[in-house]
């Protein structure tokens, strides 16, 4: 099934479930007043929410206590506005090793056997077509195109093949990163802080089971494309080159902690070692260039640019609606 999250000036919105084609909704208030409720009793009230699903696909939905209505992107927000935690694997280790080379540091021979993975903020996600705000065009503004995970309760020690059972949800990503602030904080020690604002999430989250034969081995097999300012700049392939598929991260991440339910795991940027896929992040086009010509020449994003991220099923269809966002200056 296909959830979203209806703006209505509160801070976690109203649940929605939404049609397979993204054309219609209906409210499940009557349900489950939000998504964090559902993950909460998921197993009481996902096959609830399955139901009214099938009705909305089948066009059945108008006996329900409110009638579906048309679809609408810009009065979503992030399927989960608010988690209790997001953390970011890095699971395509081909990213990493490119900024490596970029800088002409060694590659740990430890990145491809235990994955890298920062906590980020969760308090606060963009919607799939809220602007990205920023102060400083300095900051060099850069998209990171991913997919993540939603968790159901996972206990400390999980492993993988447990950790897959409780993978409740999939989702498209933005985390933005702000690649001139980076070097300064990492010196530090302290990894990431200030130099990753808000994450922007797709408009919907869909079940496993909706991929299909797409999502297997812990993988979703399918090309995410994104669009800078109209242009389609990648569309890497995110079942390829996927070092640590989503069992692996979320386990990673409960190696020593309790994960709760509506926890959100990242893959990190898609990235595929087949350069002519093009790219997921503007840095690392860069690290390309860098490598290539010993400095980089495309800039990062400004403001007023726009970048598009979305993920298209075996016959062109959308999976998870598109994130589709401007950079705007505070």
């Not at 979503?76 to 970029?102: I, T």
């Not at 996600?125 to 159901?152: K, Q, S």
């Amino acid at each position: 099934m296909k959830l979203a999250t209806l703006k209505d000036g509160s801070r976690d919105g109203q649940l929605l479930v939404v049609s397979r084609d993204l054309k219609t909704a209906h409210v499940a208030d009557g349900i489950a007043p939000t998504l964090q409720a559902a993950l909460d009793d998921w197993a009481y009230i996902a096959p609830q929410l399955q139901d009214l699903y099938l009705l909305l696909n089948e066009g059945r939905a108008e006996g329900r206590a409110r009638r579906p209505f048309d679809f609408d992107p810009a009065n979503c927000m992030a399927p989960l506005p608010r988690a209790y935690q997001w953390a970011d694997g890095s699971a395509y280790v081909n990213h990493v090793e490119l900024v490596r080379r970029a800088r002409k540091a060694e590659m740990p021979a430890s990145f491809w056997e235990d994955p890298l993975m920062y906590q980020g903020g969760s308090d606060d996600f963009l919607g799939p077509m809220d602007d990205i705000v920023l102060a400083h065009e300095e900051w060099g503004i850069d998209f990171e195109a991913e997919v993540a995970v939603v968790t159901g309760d996972v206990p400390m020690g999980a492993t993988p093949d447990e950790a897959h059972g409780q993978i409740r949800l999939l989702m498209l990503a933005n985390d933005v990163s702000l690649r001139n602030l980076i070097p300064d904080e990492l010196a530090k020690g302290f990894g990431f802080l200030q130099s990753k604002p808000a994450t922007s999430f797709s408009p919907v989250a869909v079940t496993p089971d909706e991929l299909g034969e797409a999502w297997r081995g812990g993988k979703v097999h399918l090309p995410l494309r994104s669009s800078w300012n109209g242009h389609l700049v990648g569309q890497p392939h995110a079942g390829t080159d996927m070092v640590f598929n989503f069992p692996q991260l979320v386990a990673h991440l409960a190696k020593s902690r309790n994960v709760r339910a509506g926890s959100i795991v990242g893959s990190g940027t898609v990235s595929n070692k087949d350069t002519k896929k093009g790219y997921s992040c503007i840095a690392e086009q860069r690290c390309l260039e860098m490598i290539a010509d010993g400095e980089a020449s495309t800039p990062f994003m400004r403001f007023g640019d726009t970048i598009r991220i979305e993920m298209l099923d075996e016959k062109g269809k959308s999976v998870f609606g598109a994130i589709d966002q401007a950079v705007k200056q505070r």
